[in-house]
Structure formats: C-alpha cells, structure tokens
C-alpha cells in the first residue's frame, strides 16, 4: 500500500462511525463575534453613542479601551465597527474600518505600512523613513471625504516596542486633515498602560474611556450556553459541563476566552476519542491540557536570563536538592552563566526573576525565618522538571543552557 492510500485509510478509520459532536466549531473561536454578546449591552450602547456621529457627518471622538483579557473588549469593538460600516453603507458614506493587533505588527513602520494599504497605497516592507511613510498615508486618506476608524488592539505592545510616536501623530492626525478624518479606538489588557503614554498622547487617545470589568460565573455560563448552542449537536454536552468550564475560567479572573477553549477543546476530546458525550471528565482533561500550553507559552518567551535562573532550580531540583534557598539559586546562577559566557546579574535582579517566576506560577516560595540570620525563601519547582527541561532545550536559541543540560551544580558535589 503507498504512502497516500495509507493515509487515506487513516482518514477513513477516524471518520467511520464517529459521532458528530459539532455543529459550527468556529462559535467558539476567540475570533469569531457573534450579534449578540450578553452582558456587555451596556458597552456597546456607550460605544455606539460616542461613534453615531461617523453617520452625522462628524469625526468621533477617540476611545480608549482596557480590561483583562477575555473580558469582551475585542469583540464589542468589533461589533460595533460591524454595524457601523453596515449603515455606512446604507446611507453611502464612506467609511474604513481597520483593525490591527498591535502584538504582530508592532512598530511604528509596520503600522502606517498597514495603514497605507487600507487606502490602496503601497510602500515596501522596509526602507522608508517613517515620516515619509506617515506623509504618504495623511496625503492618500486626505485626497477625499471619508472616515477612517482604526482599532489598534494590544496598544501597549506597540508603545512598549516602539514609543509614543506613530500614536501620537495619529490622535494628532485629525487637526492636519483638510477633507478626511480620523478616529482611534486603543485597546489593552494592561491596567496601567496610561502610565506610559506621553501626556499629549493620553489627552487625544483617552477623550472616551470604557472599563470591562471581568465576568462572573453565572455571566460566562450565559456566554457559553449561547456558543453552546451554536457550536454543537443537540444533547452532546453532559449536565454541568457548561457550569464547570465557567467555574474554572472565573476563577481565574473571569476570563471568556478560557471558558470557550475548555469547552472547545473538551469537545475536541470527545469528538478524537469517538465519545457521542462532551463530559465533566474531559473538561478535566482539557483544563490541563491548555494549562500545559499555556505555561510552555510562557516558559518560551522568557529572556535568557530568566531562562537561565529557572534552569538554575530545575538543576538544584533533579539532583536531589531537599530544601533550595535564594542563596542557592544566585550561587547555581553564576556558575551557569560562567560555563555559558552570559553576563551575571545582580542578586538583587535575579530576585527580581525569581518574583516573576512565583507570580506566574513556575514557582513556589515559602518565606521562613533563620533566627538571627535573617529571613529567607524555600522554593521549589511548581510544574514537572521534565517540562522545565523540555521547553528550556526546544527553545533555546542560543544553545547555550543545552551545555549544562547535565551539569550537578557544585554545592551538590561538596
């Protein structure tokens, strides 16, 4: 049998007698937007009272948007913009809707690039200066009567990558636009990102602020029974399912884009293993499933650094060490970064790390007392070494920790 009939019939065996479990798996996508989106009414009629004016004749004001993720920020702004073009169109005025993730295109550049192409200009990927970029894009938007509203979700990546400038020229934008106009709506997860905007930019960008607060279980089990809905086959889903993937996500900061992977990967579950039930025991699976990616995620992004103090505990960890302290962890830490050639930090900033790691989860910490010596922290390992190390060697670029993959530190061979 050839290679392409072995996979058909593999194909064939998985689809055979399956049951189906979905109907439309894309209702529970973080991407898809539904017409309706219970308990944020309140949102979407504020948002609508400030962009109305678009269908006036007038430029609305800009809108400044944060929350925790998964709160329904994204989607409420693209909702909105939804309808807004759709009327738009009815009444034959000439509105762009733009949106961009400020987490893949984030720098100044890339952003007018974008902006350049929604209005049928190009400019090359690179090469530019960034002014004459932002020229080209004022001079195209403002050779007629039209409105551009621009939703620039994740704006914090963009200010913390590449400063105040593309932001601040675009709040600017609307006082040098002779026929066009300009009108943003920032969003961000960061509570305190206003804390680093330029004050002129934060007086433009924040004219109309809105807050989304995170849901509480008994609005992400609304949110879930109305994906639910949409999403699966009639009477697939188990009693309390739908109660224990909002449970889970509201404990940990009522957060929708939880509740919907847990309920799609449960069915995902159900539907590979040939179950014609989604039951609480897959949501068990599925809830650490998603919390193994979600902390190889993390352990991936970390700095070299980091990376490196982290390896410092597994090593401590897997070579028996029974009680690990700071001091030990700064003392494995130096010697790394001696055999690997990385510059040594302070120990100050190396407890720095070690905070990061316990405030994620990567670590424990209990804080103990050594009389007149002081007071220190026992940590330990909070995840399986075995993840510490596969993610650490996957994703290390450099090379570098895959040299003491092995190493016994030397406080463990005294």
């Known amino acids: 049998m050839d290679r392409q009939s072995t996979v058909d019939a593999m194909f064939d065996k998985h689809m055979e007698k399956a049951p189906q479990i979905f109907k439309n798996r894309n209702a529970l996508s973080i991407h898809y937007v539904p017409d309706e989106l219970p308990h944020r009414e309140a949102h979407l009629d504020k948002m609508v009272s400030i962009l109305v004016s678009s269908l006036k004749g007038g430029t609305p004001s800009n809108i400044f948007i944060y929350g925790k993720t998964g709160t329904g920020k994204t989607a409420a702004a693209k909702l909105v913009l939804r309808s807004l073009v759709s009327k738009g169109r009815e009444k034959s005025i000439p509105l ?64 913390t990558r590449s400063g105040n400038d593309v932001l601040y020229d675009l709040t600017r934008m609307k006082v040098d636009l002779e026929k066009a106009g300009v009108s943003l709506i920032g969003i961000t997860n960061d509570l305190k990102f206003k804390d680093q905007l330029d004050p002129r930019v934060l007086s433009s960008l924040s004219e109309e602020e809105l807050f989304f607060a995170p849901y509480q279980a008994i609005e992400l089990q609304s949110i879930l029974t109305q994906r639910a809905r949409m999403a699966f086959q009639t009477d697939v889903l188990d009693y309390g399912v739908i109660n224990l993937c909002a449970a889970i ?22 539907e590979r293993q040939k179950l014609s039930k989604v039951t609480e025991d897959l949501v068990n699976q599925a809830r650490k499933r998603i919390e193994q990616a979600t902390v190889d995620k993390f352990l991936k992004t970390l700095p070299i650094q980091s ?26 830490y130096s010697e790394i970064c001696g055999i690997v050639g990385l510059d040594r930090l302070t120990q100050r900033r190396i407890s720095d790390f070690i905070n990061e790691l316990i405030m994620h ?25 075995e993840q510490v190390k596969r993610v650490l060697e996957d ?3 450099t090379g570098r920790l895959k040299q003491v993959t092995e ?3 030397t406080l463990l061979r005294q």
Request: proline content about 3%; charged content about 30%; some cysteine.
């Open 96 to 159: 762009i809707n733009s949106y961009i993730n400020c987490n893949q295109i984030n720098t100044n550049y890339r952003v007018l690039a974008r902006l350049c192409e929604e209005i049928g200009i190009k400019v090359p990927f690179t090469g530019l200066p960034t002014d004459e970029v932002y020229s080209r894009f004022r001079e195209g938007l403002d050779t007629t009567e039209q409105l551009l509203i621009l939703i620039l979700d994740e704006v914090d990546k963009l200010v």
């Open 249 to 270: 996500a509201a404990r940990e900061h009522g957060d929708a884009r939880r509740a919907l992977d847990l309920l799609r990967v449960s069915g995902e579950f159900a």
């Open 307 to 332: 990376k490196t103090v982290l390896h410092g505990i597994y090593l401590l960890e897997v070579n028996g060490k029974k009680e690990i302290f700071s001091g030990d962890i700064y003392d494995v």
């Open 361 to 385: 989860g990567i670590i424990a910490a209990q804080e103990i007392s050594r009389g007149r010596y002081g007071r220190t922290r026992r940590i330990q390992l909070s995840i399986p070494p």
């Open 395 to 397: 994703e290390d670029k």
């Open 407 to 409: 190493y016994v530190p």
